[in-house]
C-alpha cells in the first residue's frame, strides 16, 4: 500500500511541474499575476509530494520492506538503521530521487525566497525549473521508479555494497547533490534572463545567493568525498582523476569560474553574455556528470547503473536542456548589450584572468575524461588517459591562477598601476620566500618540492590575510580605526578572505601529503615490530570478532616514539558473508602535522600478516582547507542578504541609466567605506 | 627602474618550479604490492614501482598495476620486475607490456597523430578562451563617467 | 574594438556547435561496452610457450602442437562461471572435429583436472598456465577468451567471452574454413 502512496506521489508530483512549468512561461505571455502565483504554488505542491515521496523510500528501507524491488536489492536486514536508512540513496533509483527532491527543494526555495524578484522573472525561472522537473520525473517514473514491487517477496535482501557501510555514504551523496544539482538554479536563472532579454544584468544579483549555495554545497561534497575515500580505500588515496570524481570538478571548476565572473557582471556591467554562457554551461556539466554516472559508458569505480537504455534517456535530457539552453543563448546574447570596457590590468582583469584559466582546467579535464571514448570511436585503437596526463596538464594551469590569485584581489576595479601592485604584494612575496628558504634548510635541502609547495601555500595565505590589511588600512591608520574598518567589512569580503585561506590550506595539506609521504610494508607476526618514521611499530595482537552483519580481523598496532609517546592503532579487515566481499578499514591518527595510516592486508602462509603503513605529513589541511573554503561561501552568501542597491563604487551614471535600482539612504549610509 | 622584464622572468622560473613540483601532484602509494614480490635491489624496485605507476591494470576500473590487488595486476607487476631485472630499460619494459595489451596500458597516452588533439587540446582551450574572454572586455561602451575606484567593499 | 556583428552571432552560436558534437559522441558511446579490450596482436605471431600438463600424466601443450595448422585455443579456468557456460558448447564443437586447444589460466592443475573430468575435455590438448605467463604474452584480460591461429602461426581473431552458437556460425566457422583453404 505504501509504496503506491510513493507513486502516487511521483504522479502527481510530475503533474504539478507540468503546471509549474506551463504556469511559469505562460503567466508572463499573457501579464498575468494569477498564472504567475500558480507557479509559485506549483513549486511548493511539487516540492512536497517528491518530499513525501522520498520520505516514504526512507521508511521502507528502515522497515527493510523486501516487497519493494530496490529495499530488497540493495539492503538487508542485518544492516545497522543508520545505513539502511543512507541506502535509500545508494543505489540508482533512490539516488534519482534524491536528485529530483533537490531539484524541487530549490525549486520551491526559489518561489518562496525571491519575492524581491520581478514577478515575470521569478515565474520564468521557476518555469524552467519546473521543465527539468518534468524531464527527471518522466525519467524517474518510466525508466527508473523506486516503487516498482517485487513478487515473491523475499525473505531477505541482496546486502549491499560493504565500501558504503561507512559515515562517508550518509553525507557526501547529499551534500554532492546539492551541490550538483543546485547548479540548475543557475541555469534557470540564465535561461529566464535570456528569454526576458535586456535586464541590465540584474538577474545576477538575483542568482548569486543560489549560485553561491550551490557552490558551498559542492565544496563540502567533493571534499567528503575525497575524505571519505582516504579513510576507505586502504591505500591513503584521496583522488584518483576517476571519470565520476572528474564528473563532479568539472561543475565546481565553472561554478567556481561563475562566481567570480558574476562579480564582475554586477560591478562593472561587463562580461554578462559570457556569465550566461557559463551558467548554462556549469549545469550542463552537472548533467554530463549524471550521465556519465549511469550509463555505462565510461569505466569507474562509482558507476552507478551500467544501463545504457537509461544512458539514452539521460542523454536526450541533456541534448534538450544543453541544446535548448546554447540555442536560446546563441539567438538572443548578441542582442543583449556589450558591458564597460576595463583594463586588463585591472580587478576585472584579474577575474578575467581566472575565468581564462578555470574554463581551460575544466577543458583539459574533460578532454582527459572524454577523449579515450572519442578514439574508441574513430579507430580501433584503445588508449588511457590516467593519472600522468592530469598531473601534466593541471598544473601548468593551476599554477599560474595560485600565483594570480592573490594579486586579483589587491587591484584596483578598472584600472591599476603595475608600480601599486607590486607594493601592495610585497609582505606576501617576501613570506612566502621566507618560509620556503626555511623550509628547505629544515628539511636539509632533500626537499625542495616541499619548500616551494609550502612557499606558495604561505603565499595564498599571507595573500589572503592582506585582503584584510588593505581593506583595514592596518599599517596605514591607527590601530582603532583599522579595527572599525574591519568591523564594518561586509560578509562578502570576509567571505572572500575565508577563502582564499581555506585554498592556501588546502596547497599546504597537498604539498605535504605528496612532496614528504612516506610509505612501507612489512610482514608481522604477533609481538613482532619494525621501524618507521622514526617509532617502532609492534603488531601486538590479532582478535576476531563479529559486527552487526560482518566479521572483523582486528590488528592492534602500537607506534611508540624514543620520547615513549604511544599512538594506538586498529586496522580491520571485514568480511561481510552476503556479499562475500572484503573491506579494509584503515587505521588513522590524525594531527594537523600529518597522518600515521595503517592498514591490515592479507595473512600469509605463515601466519603472519602484510601490514602497510604510511605517514601523511599535512594531509588533514587538504580537507579542512576545503571545508574553509566552504566557510568562506557561507559568510559570502549571508552578506549578499545585507547588500542590495548600488555599493559606493557605482557611478551616478549607472543609476540614472536604470541598470540600479536607486540607494535606499539607509543601505548607502552602512556602507559608508570608502 | 623598470619594473617589466624582472616580474616576467621569475614568473617563467615560478611556472618552472611549480610545474616541477605539481608532477608529484595524484601519485598514488604502491598500495598492492606484495612484500614477496619486491626485488632485492632497492635502486630497480624504486624503478619497478616508479614505470607502474604509469601502467593500468587492464581489468580494474582506472587503477594503476601497483594499486591494484588483481591477480593480473600481480601478474604484470612481476613482469616488470623481471624485464627490469633481465636488464631492460623503463621504455622496453612498458613496450613489453604495450605490445601485448596496447596502448590502452599506459595511464600517460603517447603523443602520436590520434591523441595530438588530447596534448596540444589544453592550449587550444586555453587560446580560444582566453580570445573570447578578451574579446569580451574589450567589446563595448567606455563611460567617461566612470572612475577609478579604490577598495570597494566587494572583494 | 567592436566585434562585428556577424562574429558576435557566430561565437554565440559555436557552444551549440560545439555541443552538438559531443552529443553525437555520446550518443554513439553509448553503443560502445568500455570493458572489452580489443586485441592488439592480429596478425602478430602467436607467442611461443610450453605448458605443463593438466592432468597428470599428460603430455601438455606447446607451440609445437599446433604448427602448420589452423587452430582455437581456448583460455579457461575452474573459477571461472562464464567458462562453464561455454564449455557445454565446446563439447558439442569438439565433437564435430573443431580443433580445440586449452590453456588452463591461473589455475592449480588438480583444480583444473577436476573440471575436466566433471564437465568432459573438448581439447585436444591442454595445458596449465598458472603462472599466466603465456596469458600476459597473449594479452588476456579474462576468461573464457579464443584464439584463432592460422597455418603459419599468426593470430588472426580473438573471441572476448564465451563461444556462442551465433559467434561459431557467423565468425569463427566461416574463418576457420577460410583459412583451411588456405586463404
Known sequence: MIPEIGRFCLYLALGLSIVQMAAGFAGPLRASPRIMALSQSAAFGQFLFVAVAFAILVRLFATSDFSVMVVAANSHTTKPLFYKIAATWGHHEGSMLLWVLVLALFGAAIAYFGRSMPDTFRARVLGVQGLIGVFFLLFIIFTSNPFVRLFPVPLEGEGFNPLLQDPGIVSHPPMLYLGYVGFSTAFSFAVAALIEGPAGGLWVRYARPWILAAWICLTIGITLGSLWAYSVLGWGGWWFWDPVENASLMPWLLGTALVHSALVVERRFSLERWTLLLSILTFSMSLLGTFVVRSGILTSVHAFAVDPARGTFILIILILATGGGLALYGLRAPGLPSGRVFGLFSREGSLVLNNILLVTITGTVFLGTFYPLFIELSGKDKISVGVPYYALTFVPLAAPLLLAMVIGPLLLWRKDSARGWAARIGPGVFLAFSVLILTGAATHGRNLLLAVWLGLATWLIVGAVLILVRRARIGQAPFADSLKLARALPMATWGAIIAHLGIGLLVCGLGGATTAKEEGVALLGPGQSTAFIGRQLTLKDISTGKGPNFEYVRARIDAVAPDGDVIHLTPERRFYPERQSETTKASVRETPLGNLYVALGDQVTDGRWTVRFYSHPLAIWIWLGGFVMALGGVLALVGNRTQSGPRSGDSAAEVRAGSRPAPAPAAAGAEGVA | ?155 | MTLSRKMLLAASLAPLLVFGVLAVVLYFGLQQDPSTLPSVLIGKPAPTFALGPVRAGDTGFSRDDIRGKVVLVNVWGSWCGACKMEHPYLMELAAGGAPIYGVDWKDDPADGAKTLKMMGDPYVKVGNDQAGRLSLDLGVTGAPETFLIDRTGRIRYKQIGPITPEVWRGTLAPMIAKLEQGQ
Request: aromatic share 6%.
Open chain 2, 1 to 155: 627602474m623598470s619594473r617589466r622584464p624582472a616580474p616576467r622572468a621569475l614568473a617563467a622560473l615560478a611556472a618552472m618550479v611549480l610545474t616541477a613540483m605539481f608532477l608529484t601532484l595524484g601519485a598514488g602509494v604502491a598500495a598492492a604490492v606484495e612484500p614477496d614480490e619486491m626485488l632485492s635491489d632497492p635502486a630497480l624496485e624504486a624503478r619497478a614501482q616508479h614505470i607502474s605507476k604509469e601502467l593500468r591494470c587492464v581489468v580494474c576500473q582506472n587503477q594503476n598495476i601497483d594499486d591494484s590487488a588483481a591477480p593480473l595486476a600481480r601478474d604484470m607487476r612481476l613482469m616488470v620486475r623481471e624485464r627490469l631485472s633481465a636488464g631492460d630499460s623503463d621504455e622496453q619494459a612498458k613496450a613489453f607490456l604495450v605490445a601485448r595489451y596496447g596502448n590502452f596500458v599506459l595511464l600517460r597516452p603517447p603523443f602520436q597523430p590520434n591523441t595530438w588533439a588530447l596534448w596540444l587540446g589544453p592550449f587550444i582551450i586555453l587560446g580560444v578562451a582566453g580570445a573570447a574572454l578578451v574579446f569580451a572586455s574589450r567589446t563595448g561602451a567606455v563611460d567617461p563617467a566612470d572612475d577609478a575606484v579604490e577598495d570597494d567593499p566587494l572583494s
